[in-house]
C-alpha cells in the first residue's frame, strides 16, 4: 500500500481496531480462526489471536488434518 492509510483500511484490518472494541457481545462469540502451518498470513493470524485472547473472551483452535488420528 505503500504508506497509504485511511479509515478504509483500518477497517479492513482487524489486527488494527479489534483491540479498541469493547462490545460484550462480540467477546461472549465463539470465534475460531483456523490456519495451516504453512499459512502465508500465520504470524498475522497469531497475532489477531492473541488480541482476541487478550479479551479474555476468543478461542484459537487448530485443527490440521495431517495430525488427525
Known sequence: MDGY???NVYYNNPVDFLGGLNDEHLWKMGIVIGVGEEDFCLPQNK???EIMSNKRHALLARY???NAA
Open 5 to 7: 492509510y485511511d479509515e
Open 47 to 49: 497475532r489477531l489471536a
Open 64 to 66: 490440521p488434518p495431517w
